[in-house]
């Protein structure tokens, strides 16, 4: 498996990492940040069988709208890395000016100019080699309490 773990809660004092915990739980849906049709397309019907929320935005600009409209509501955001326009890095940046505790998992096929150690540092949770597999999405929603 391709996913990079880090413990988001390590370290927390009990109440704090219960009410992050409660919090992630009201923050059901997935935002999807990707410009490819095909990966929007198969993670739609992918989250619409499992009766997750889900909000797909084809642009970094796009994705900022919906989260600022539906932070409350989202509890982790799937970005890919090369897009036109803002890339992963960068939208990563504005959404997170939005909600400093925004869990974000990066994406793609290949990472080029970026490295695991420069996604990871902004504050990813970890990272996605395209293509994936479905069980690293439940693995993922497993974690997050999502499922």
């Known amino acids: 498996m391709s996913v990079a773990r880090k413990d988001r809660c390590s ?3 009990a109440t704090e990492s219960q009410a992050l915990a409660e919090s992630l739980q009201k ?4 935002l999807v940040v990707d410009d490819e049709e095909m990966i929007q397309s ?4 992918y989250f619409q069988q499992r009766n997750t929320p889900l909000w797909v935005a084809s642009s970094g600009l796009k994705a900022l709208e919906i989260y600022r409209d539906h932070r409350d509501e989202i509890g982790l955001v ?6 036109p326009g803002w890339d992963g890095p960068y939208t990563y940046t504005k959404l997170k000016d939005l909600d400093q505790k925004l869990v974000c998992y990066f994406m793609s096929g290949n990472w080029d100019p970026y490295t695991e150690e420069d996604l990871l540092s902004l ?25």
């Open 11 to 13: 370290g927390l004092p």
């Open 27 to 30: 923050r059901r849906g997935i």
């Open 78 to 83: 799937l970005l890919d890395v090369k897009m």
């Open 123 to 147: 504050g990813a949770a970890a990272l996605l080699d395209k293509p994936f597999h479905f069980q690293e999405i439940d693995d993922i929603l497993q974690m997050h309490h999502l499922q």
């Open 42 to 45: 198969v993670l739609s019907l």
